[in-house]
Nanobody, 116 residues
Framework: QVQLVESGGGLVQPGGSLRLSCAAS????????MDWYRQGPGKQRELVAT???????NYADSVKDRFTISRDNAKKTTWLQMNSLKPEDTTVYYC??????????WGQGTQVTVSS
């Protein structure tokens, strides 16, 4: 079974940094795009960042120049480096993978809280 296991969330002050990690147990990883989403209370799930198997990246305007998505295909892992964090970044973050069958797979979610 495909599993995505997230880690790295926590509590930081405004301006601080966190790095989220998502490890995938999947047979084929290197050609699959990987994404990070976030969803706060009363808000629709938002695509934050995406990275293709070739390493091409895209970011939501709200996080551009602050967040960086990366991947290591040998480790079957993707990361979201979050710098200059703001209180409005507070929410639950989810990694996402579209599998070979076209199904969507999601991590369990990890809480990020930015507060002084």
């Amino acid at each position: 079974q495909v599993q995505l296991v997230e880690s790295g969330g926590g509590l930081v002050q405004p301006g601080g940094s966190l790095r989220l990690s998502c490890a995938a147990s999947v047979k084929i990883f290197s050609i699959r795009p990987m994404d990070w989403y976030r969803q706060g209370p009363g808000k629709q799930r938002e695509l934050v960042a995406t990275i293709t198997g070739a390493g091409n990246t895209n970011y939501a305007d709200s996080v551009k120049d602050r967040f960086t998505i990366s991947r290591d295909n040998a480790k079957k892992t993707t990361w979201l480096q979050m710098n200059s964090l703001k209180p409005e970044d507070t929410t639950v973050y989810y990694c996402h993978l579209k599998g070979a069958t076209g199904n969507d797979y999601w991590g369990q979610g990890t809480q990020v809280t930015v507060s002084s």
